[in-house]
C-alpha cells in the first residue's frame, strides 16, 4: 500500500508525528507536506496534489492533517474518485473504510491527540472495504458524473 501524507501548516506536528509512526510500521509512504508549521502556503495544492496521485494510481490512500481537517476534507471530495472523511474518533475511521471505502482520511490537530491518531490511522489502514456497502457506493460515484443538459431553442 502507497501511502501519500500532506499538511497544511497548521497540521504539520501532527503530520510529524504520523510520519514517525508510517515509519515505525514501515508502511510506504511519501511526505508531501510542508517542511515546517511556519511556511505560508496553500494547502489546496497539497491537497491537489495527493488527490491527483489517487486518481493515477500512483496512490493508494493519502492523510491529510490540517488544524481541523475541514478545509481539506472539502477540498479532497472535489476530485472525482476521492472520498475523503474527516475523522475523530476509532469507530468513525473503520466505518469510513469498511462502509464508504474511503481514501482519503483528514485530521486536525487542533482536536485530535497524538496516541488518537495513530490509533485512527492504524484501524483506517488495517480496515477493509466491506463487498455488502457496494451498492451505496455506486450511487454515491454516480453523483460524482456530470449532469448533461440539453436546451432547446
Same mark, same amino acid.
Given at each position: 500500500?502507497? &501511502?501519500? *501524507?500532506?499538511?497544511?501548516?497548521?497540521?504539520?506536528?501532527? $503530520? $510529524?508525528?504520523?510520519? /514517525?509512526?508510517?515509519?515505525?510500521?514501515? /508502511?510506504? +509512504? *511519501?511526505?508531501?507536506?510542508?517542511?515546517?508549521?511556519?511556511?505560508?502556503?496553500?494547502?489546496?495544492? #497539497?491537497?491537489?496534489? &495527493?488527490?491527483? =496521485?489517487?486518481?493515477?494510481?500512483?496512490?493508494?490512500?493519502?492523510?491529510?492533517?490540517?488544524?481541523?481537517? *475541514?478545509? =481539506? #476534507?472539502? @477540498?479532497?471530495? !472535489?476530485?472525482?474518485?476521492?472520498?475523503?472523511?474527516?475523522?475523530?474518533?476509532? +469507530?468513525?475511521?473503520?466505518?469510513? !473504510? %469498511?462502509?464508504?471505502?474511503?481514501?482519503?482520511? #483528514?485530521?486536525?490537530?487542533?482536536? #485530535?491527540? %497524538?496516541?488518537?491518531?495513530? =490509533?485512527?490511522?492504524?484501524?483506517?489502514?488495517?480496515?477493509?472495504?466491506? !463487498?455488502? @456497502?457496494?451498492?451505496?457506493? @455506486?450511487? =454515491?460515484?454516480?453523483?460524482? $458524473?456530470?449532469?448533461?443538459?440539453?436546451?432547446?431553442?
Amino acid at each position: 500500500m502507497r &501511502i501519500g *501524507i500532506g499538511n497544511a501548516p497548521s497540521g504539520y506536528y501532527l $503530520k $510529524k508525528t504520523i510520519s /514517525y509512526y508510517l515509519k515505525e510500521q514501515m /508502511y510506504d +509512504f *511519501i511526505d508531501l507536506g510542508t517542511r515546517s508549521g511556519f511556511e505560508a502556503v496553500d494547502y489546496a495544492v #497539497c491537497v491537489a496534489h &495527493i488527490c491527483e =496521485m489517487i486518481q493515477r494510481k500512483e496512490l493508494d490512500v493519502g492523510i491529510l492533517v490540517g488544524g481541523t481537517g *475541514i478545509g =481539506m #476534507c472539502i @477540498q479532497a471530495n !472535489k476530485h472525482q474518485e476521492v472520498r475523503a472523511a474527516l475523522v475523530q474518533d476509532v +469507530f468513525s475511521a473503520r466505518v469510513a !473504510k %469498511e462502509e464508504y471505502d474511503a481514501n482519503v482520511l #483528514c485530521l486536525g490537530e487542533q482536536v #485530535c491527540g %497524538e496516541g488518537t491518531a495513530r =490509533m485512527i490511522i492504524e484501524t483506517w489502514l488495517n480496515a477493509e472495504f466491506q !463487498k455488502n @456497502q457496494q451498492v451505496k457506493l @455506486q450511487r =454515491m460515484n454516480q453523483m460524482e $458524473k456530470p449532469v448533461v443538459t440539453h436546451f432547446f431553442s
